[in-house]
C-alpha cells in the first residue's frame, strides 16, 4: 500500500500561483511515477502533469504546458505542482496518484491521494 497526502490547495485570483504537495508514504519503492489529475464539477478526472522518481522526466497536459511545474524532492517522497497564470477554469479538486508509468489515463495508477480544492476567482 502507498498513502498519498495533498496538501497546498485553496482559493486564489485569476493570475495568482499556488503550489500543492503530495507526500507518499508506504510502500513507495512500488511506485516508479507520480501524476497529478484533476476533477471540475460534472466532469471526468483530467490528467494535468506527471514525473518519474528516478531522472525526474515530466509529463504535461496540454494545459499545462508552460504555467504548471511538476517536480519531486526524493528524500522527502513528495511530489509538488506548483501552478502559476491561474484561471477560473483551472478550479477543480486536484488528486495525486502513484503509478508504474507516467501515463496521462487514470487507469495507470494504482494509489490516490484524497484530493485538495483548488478555486480561482474571476
Known amino acids: 500500500q502507498v498513502q498519498l497526502v495533498e496538501s497546498g490547495g485553496g482559493l486564489v485570483q485569476a493570475g495568482g500561483s499556488l503550489r500543492l504537495s503530495c507526500a507518499a508514504s508506504?510502500?513507495?519503492?512500488?511506485?516508479?511515477?507520480m501524476g497529478w489529475f484533476r476533477q471540475a464539477p460534472g466532469k471526468e478526472r483530467e490528467f494535468v502533469a506527471a514525473i518519474r522518481w528516478s531522472g525526474g522526466s515530466t509529463y504535461y497536459a496540454d494545459s499545462a504546458k508552460g504555467r504548471f511545474t511538476i517536480f519531486r524532492d526524493n528524500a522527502k517522497k513528495t511530489v509538488y505542482l506548483q501552478m502559476n497564470s491561474l484561471k477560473p477554469e483551472d478550479t477543480a479538486v486536484y488528486y495525486c496518484?502513484?503509478?508504474?508509468?507516467?501515463?496521462?489515463?487514470?487507469?495507470?495508477?494504482?494509489?490516490w491521494g484524497q484530493g485538495t480544492q483548488v478555486t480561482v476567482s474571476s
Open positions: 508506504g510502500r513507495t519503492f512500488s511506485s516508479s511515477a
Open positions: 496518484a502513484s503509478g508504474v508509468n507516467p501515463v496521462v489515463v487514470t487507469q495507470g495508477y494504482d494509489y
